[in-house]
């Protein structure tokens, strides 16, 4: 199953050296989840060739500007290209407010539904269920209301033994069974526990979107126990958070306009934790 | 006196073809003038390097989102970058209301002052004078309130006819006075009208911006009696009202995605009004 993200934006606060606004999307078995829509972030799409239509969810981690000012234009680009379908918004309940009012004043109304959620910044809340994924929130240390996003791939289906499974003479239509968890009795009553069927399927995986938050790696251990991926805002930080958290990769990026060139950035966190990227505009990474 | 006007974005309703949405920053005598602010403005602004710092005054003809979504990231990277003076903003009340909101939200205080003057779209008013500039509203017929600007030179001093003073024998220090229209008194008392010494000065140069209006000529040769550049969203139409104000050149933009090529709209208000040229992102015109 397809699971990757590309960057459409890793800048913080301000668009600098074509580096723009923070904005993720990931792809997730053909779905798009849009993760914070900087200004511009409809400009990156086309620039990516990222399908807002292919877009039915999107989460704003916070009300920084450089997190959802491109959500007003990018929803009224979808509505002026004929959308249809629902549209999924998950973000603080204040986003809202701010979205009725613009369009209020515009008069605009969306040809689509927007359906809007209103995270919670003091508790996780699983806010997202499908065939493909469960998607959590993460309470963040920031400075207003913050949440940073968990995408878990749903747990996969057991792998058959096949071997074993001609061996026993299992009819095939009762493969999928098997490989939801079920045991087997024969035609003579023998019963043959699951566990001797199938083995277990490969781990899900995981990637953590984390935005802006005070550093604090033993909240994200708990918080993030089985993430293979973070996303972080200070690189040397990052990396120990990732180390600590046992990350298989650490993508940095909302680089700051400090910095010009990301090198050292790179360097320092590498020191730490060698698995580490730079989330720059237009790379793709595999999770 | 430098009267020049930068395009930084000339797309309608969403951006498209690297086509940004609406912006305009006008140099009149090297103070910057920005109108409309459609998303992405600070990003082109970087692009075409005009520095926000020498923005004293921002206008807004509108609350549709191509024409102002850009200001709340622009106003923030203002004040992140370090910004104290004061800055100008013209607009619908309602934009004070939507500004206001998202500032609380992001618990932004700004560093500089905000004087914001909510403009009229039923009359036009003068809403700015300096020593370069007189700015008038235009109120224009749009789906929701609307004020396109003009900006007009302040009218020059007359010109000094060299001369026929040396040959009277005016005194160098009564020049001045001459020039803003006083007559001379010679010691033997006798009179020289001003008319008689001077000759008037070149016509104040004027940019009209008229973007989201229907079609009026009749009311445009009334608003625009004087101006000789405007600016509009149909292309044969915004011709046809150059012709009509007498406009020395015309300038078309807020292009719709429709057109991918600009050519056939160029070539189609040209065959009504000549002097027309596209007004695409980056291109300077002096007025």
Redesign the interface.
């Given at each position: 199953m397809k699971f990757e993200v590309t960057i459409l934006g890793s800048s913080s606060?301000?668009?600098?050296y074509n580096r723009?606004?923070t904005s993720q999307v990931l792809n997730i078995n053909e779905r798009l989840y849009l993760v914070d829509c900087g200004?511009?972030t409809?400009?990156q799409m086309?620039r990516f060739d990222v399908r807002g239509s292919r877009i039915d969810h999107i989460f704003i981690s916070h009300?920084?500007?450089?997190h959802y000012?491109?959500l007003?234009?990018l929803l009224?680009?979808l509505h002026?290209?004929g959308r249809k379908k629902a549209l999924k918004l998950f973000g603080?309940s204040?986003l809202k407010?701010?979205i009725d009012?613009?369009f209020k004043?515009?008069?605009?109304t969306l040809q689509y539904e927007l359906d809007f959620f209103a995270t919670d910044s003091t508790q996780s809340q699983v806010i997202v269920i499908n065939d493909d994924v469960t998607i959590e929130t993460i309470p963040l240390d920031h400075?207003?209301p913050c949440n940073g996003f968990l995408f878990r791939e749903k747990k996969r289906l057991r792998k058959l033994l096949k071997d074993e499974l001609e061996r026993i003479g299992v009819p095939i239509e009762l493969y999928t069974s098997l490989k939801k968890g079920a045991d087997y009795t024969d035609p003579k009553g023998k019963l043959y526990k699951n566990d001797t069927l199938t083995t277990d399927s490969d781990k899900p995986k995981t990637y953590a979107y984390c935005s802006d938050t005070l550093f604090n790696p033993q909240y994200f251990k708990q918080m993030l126990d089985r993430a293979n991926e973070t996303h972080h805002t200070t690189a040397l930080q990052a990396a120990e958070i990732a180390v600590t958290v046992n990350a298989k990769r650490l993508l940095i990026g909302h680089f700051s306009a400090r910095y010009k060139s990301l090198d050292d950035l790179l360097e320092e966190a590498q020191s730490v934790f060698p698995n580490t990227a730079l989330a720059i505009e237009g790379k793709t990474f595999v999770v």
């Amino acid at each position: 199953m397809k699971f990757e993200v590309t960057i459409l934006g890793s800048s913080s606060a301000t668009p600098i050296y074509n580096r723009n606004p923070t904005s993720q999307v990931l792809n997730i078995n053909e779905r798009l989840y849009l993760v914070d829509c900087g200004e511009g972030t409809q400009q990156q799409m086309l620039r990516f060739d990222v399908r807002g239509s292919r877009i039915d969810h999107i989460f704003i981690s916070h009300l920084h500007g450089d997190h959802y000012l491109g959500l007003i234009g990018l929803l009224s680009s979808l509505h002026l290209n004929g959308r249809k379908k629902a549209l999924k918004l998950f973000g603080p309940s204040q986003l809202k407010e701010i979205i009725d009012l613009q369009f209020k004043y515009s008069e605009t109304t969306l040809q689509y539904e927007l359906d809007f959620f209103a995270t919670d910044s003091t508790q996780s809340q699983v806010i997202v269920i499908n065939d493909d994924v469960t998607i959590e929130t993460i309470p963040l240390d920031h400075r207003i209301p913050c949440n940073g996003f968990l995408f878990r791939e749903k747990k996969r289906l057991r792998k058959l033994l096949k071997d074993e499974l001609e061996r026993i003479g299992v009819p095939i239509e009762l493969y999928t069974s098997l490989k939801k968890g079920a045991d087997y009795t024969d035609p003579k009553g023998k019963l043959y526990k699951n566990d001797t069927l199938t083995t277990d399927s490969d781990k899900p995986k995981t990637y953590a979107y984390c935005s802006d938050t005070l550093f604090n790696p033993q909240y994200f251990k708990q918080m993030l126990d089985r993430a293979n991926e973070t996303h972080h805002t200070t690189a040397l930080q990052a990396a120990e958070i990732a180390v600590t958290v046992n990350a298989k990769r650490l993508l940095i990026g909302h680089f700051s306009a400090r910095y010009k060139s990301l090198d050292d950035l790179l360097e320092e966190a590498q020191s730490v934790f060698p698995n580490t990227a730079l989330a720059i505009e237009g790379k793709t990474f595999v999770v």
